[in-house]
Each structure stands twice: as structure tokens, then as C-alpha cells.
């Protein structure tokens, strides 16, 4: 199993619509969640970033995180066809001195017009 | 803030030759860099972690000796692939980490270089 697993979709939406992409995770060593956006030949960029359990919030993006379930979510708002990429969950455990980030496949989004 | 620039961002290279890539953290200090490699519609396989001033840490199964990387300032990284063959045609992209004290490092990634050996 691997240790972060994302539905590789593809998902297709209409303008406007809300979109949940959702991952898990097995390592529960791990605290630190991200979610990045990558386009087509582009460096991942990072959307969000959080640690532990919880919800954080910015603009029309809002990742959440159930430790419990080891269940990570993000959700965006009003979707653009800008948005029109792969998204990338990623965790990481701490201590040490480095933070190995752990990918899940990622999950390609379309958002049409 | 928070930019990583890579240089080149397309190189075409015959088999046999080395290529030299550049990851440069533009307006923060990286203690630690990251290495990873990408084929088509799969997700980042990382490579290696650079560290300031020591030695890289590679993954298991990627090849010290073909690739070269060195750390040599708080801004600059560079990956070398030594002897070039097609099957070393990729996506190759660095991440700076960004460190706050007793925080799980925030990585950002460079744009990648696209690695094509003929």
C-alpha cells in the first residue's frame, strides 16, 4: 500500500461548481499536509498548507484534515477553468532534519467554460 | 516571495554527454533542496535531499555516481547527469524547503527542466 493514495481521476466540472478532491494516508507519523497545483509541464505550486487535524481557509480554497481517518480534503469554490490542472496531496512526518514530502499521484482537473 | 528558479528549462543532449542543471532559491536561504524526477502523468519520484555544505542523500535505487549533486551555498544546488542515455530523458524539478523552528519544512518548487537525450 502505498502511503499516500489520491484517486487519479480525471475529473471534469462545470464552471462554477465546488470540487472535492480528497486523499489518505497510512504513515501516522505524518502532521504535515499540503496541497500543490501543477499545470501541464510547469513545478508544483503550493496551494495550502496545514498541520494536524483541521480546516484552513484561503480565498476560494479550503483543505481539511481528519488525523483520525487519515482522510485529506481539499475543496475549491466557484471553479474556474483557470484551475485546469493536476492536483498533488502531499505529506510529511517531523523530526530529523529534513521533511520528505510524500506525493499522492495527483489527480487532474478540468474545469470547463 | 518564496521563488526557485531552474536553469535550463529545456536542454536536448546526445547519449554519452553530461548536463549540468541549476536550482536557485531567489529570495531565501535553503538549507535544503530537493531533487525530483517526473515522467508523464506520474507523480514526483524523489531523487535526492541536498544539504548545505555535506554530502546529498540518495533514494534508494538512484544512481550516486550518474547523479552528481552538489550544494554548494544556501541558494544554489546544481544536478549533474553524467553519461546521458535516452532512458535519463525527463521531467527533473528541484524544491528549497523553507524551515520555521519546530515546523515541518514548506517546499517550493522550481518550473523543471525538461531532460530529452537523443
Known amino acids: 500500500q502505498k502511503e499516500v493514495e489520491q484517486d487519479p481521476g480525471p475529473l471534469s466540472v462545470p464552471e462554477g461548481a465546488i470540487v472535492s478532491l480528497n486523499c489518505t494516508y497510512s504513515?501516522?507519523?505524518?502532521?504535515?499536509f499540503m496541497w500543490y497545483r501543477q499545470y501541464s509541464r510547469k513545478g508544483p505550486e503550493l496551494l495550502m498548507y496545514?498541520?494536524?487535524?483541521g480546516n484552513k481557509e484561503d480565498g476560494r480554497f479550503t483543505a481539511q484534515v481528519d488525523k483520525s481517518s487519515k482522510y485529506i480534503s481539499l475543496f475549491i469554490r466557484d471553479s474556474q477553468p483557470s484551475d485546469s490542472a493536476t492536483y498533488l496531496c502531499?505529506?510529511?512526518?517531523?523530526?530529523?532534519?529534513?521533511?520528505?514530502?510524500?506525493f499522492g499521484k495527483g489527480t487532474l482537473l478540468t474545469v470547463n467554460p | 516571495g518564496a521563488v526557485v528558479s531552474q536553469h535550463p528549462s529545456r536542454v536536448i543532449c546526445k547519449s554519452g554527454t553530461s548536463v549540468k542543471i541549476e536550482c536557485r532559491s531567489l529570495?531565501?536561504?535553503?538549507?535544503?533542496m530537493f531533487w525530483y524526477r517526473q515522467f508523464p502523468k506520474q507523480s514526483l519520484m524523489l531523487m535526492a535531499t541536498?544539504?548545505?555544505?555535506?554530502?546529498?542523500?540518495?533514494e534508494q535505487g538512484v544512481e550516486k555516481d550518474k547523479f552528481l549533486i552538489n550544494h554548494a551555498s544556501l541558494t544554489l544546488s546544481t544536478l549533474t547527469v553524467t553519461s546521458a542515455h535516452p532512458e535519463d530523458s525527463s521531467f527533473y524539478i528541484c524544491?528549497?524547503?523553507?524551515?520555521?523552528?519546530?515546523?515541518?519544512?514548506?517546499?517550493?518548487f522550481g518550473p523543471g527542466t525538461r531532460l530529452t537525450v537523443t
Open positions: 502531499a505529506s510529511s512526518g517531523s523530526g530529523g532534519s529534513n521533511y520528505k514530502l510524500t
Open positions: 504513515n501516522s507519523a505524518f502532521q504535515y
Open positions: 496545514t498541520y494536524s487535524s
Open positions: 529570495d531565501f536561504q535553503a538549507t535544503t
Open positions: 541536498s544539504n548545505e555544505g555535506s554530502k546529498a542523500t540518495y
Open positions: 524544491s528549497a524547503e523553507t524551515r520555521t523552528s519546530g515546523k515541518g519544512g514548506e517546499q517550493y
